[in-house]
């Protein structure tokens, strides 16, 4: 079946420091994976996407697939990163695509 | 920018009773999606529809619920009878076509069953 688990639901670090939000994947097709980010009373909304290989306010995300892992790195964080991060993975199925969520990193930047 | 609206912000309701959630869409947008989010669990995805017709369907959407794009810039969730289990934020999304298409979601609704 097709899953994506985030195993950290809380991660608390200080600003300047490294930051890694682990995620992997469990499915038998070629993944698309995401991250999305809901800052506090806002929306979910786009971080980064796999196939754009871009670096989104100095995020980014490298899949592997023989580890099947999508985790999001960011090695100076900022207070203002603090937030909730979702990993996805989109499936195509009969001409529509939905995705399935992690449960969620609670990201916590501290001064 | 454009976004995706949700109406209303927080609904109560009856157990039994009937509610209609309320999106618009982006408006070049063809693709549209209900997700829903118990508390204090993962986001899960309801139903997807295109072309006014239901794309894929979960489980969890049973035949009590139902989706309409009723006129041109409205896209609804209807849940004919709450349930308890039914309380949580229902999230409205949209995208332009599929294949890694952005999907931008709404700010969502709080559905509270009493």
């Known amino acids: 079946a097709q899953r994506v688990t985030q195993p950290e639901k809380l991660l608390s670090v200080f600003k300047g420091a490294p930051v890694e939000l682990k995620c992997n994947y469990s499915y038998s097709g070629s993944p698309e994976l995401f991250w999305y980010v809901q800052y506090s009373r806002q929306r979910l909304q786009l971080l980064l996407r796999?196939?754009s290989r871009e670096s989104i306010k100095g995020f980014t995300a490298d899949l592997n697939k023989g580890e099947t892992s999508f985790h999001l790195k960011k090695p100076f964080a900022q207070e203002e990163d603090s937030a909730m991060y979702y990993c996805a993975l989109a499936l195509t199925q009969g001409g529509s695509e939905k995705l399935v969520f992690g449960k969620g990193t609670k990201l916590t930047v501290n001064p | 920018e454009p976004e995706v609206t949700q109406t209303p912000s927080h609904q109560v309701t009856q157990m039994g009773q009937e509610v209609i959630l309320r999106c618009v869409p982006i408006s070049n947008h063809l693709y549209f999606y209900w997700y829903r989010q118990i508390l204090g669990q993962k986001v899960e995805f309801l139903v997807s529809f295109y072309n006014n017709e239901i794309s894929e369907k979960s489980e969890i959407f049973d035949d009590q619920f139902s989706v309409e794009r009723p006129d041109g810039s409205n896209f609804t969730l209807k849940i004919r009878s709450t349930k308890l289990e039914d309380s949580a934020m229902y999230f409205c999304a949209s995208s332009v076509g599929v294949i890694s298409d952005e999907q931008f979601f709404g700010p969502g609704t709080r559905l509270t069953v009493l």
């Open positions: 796999h196939i």
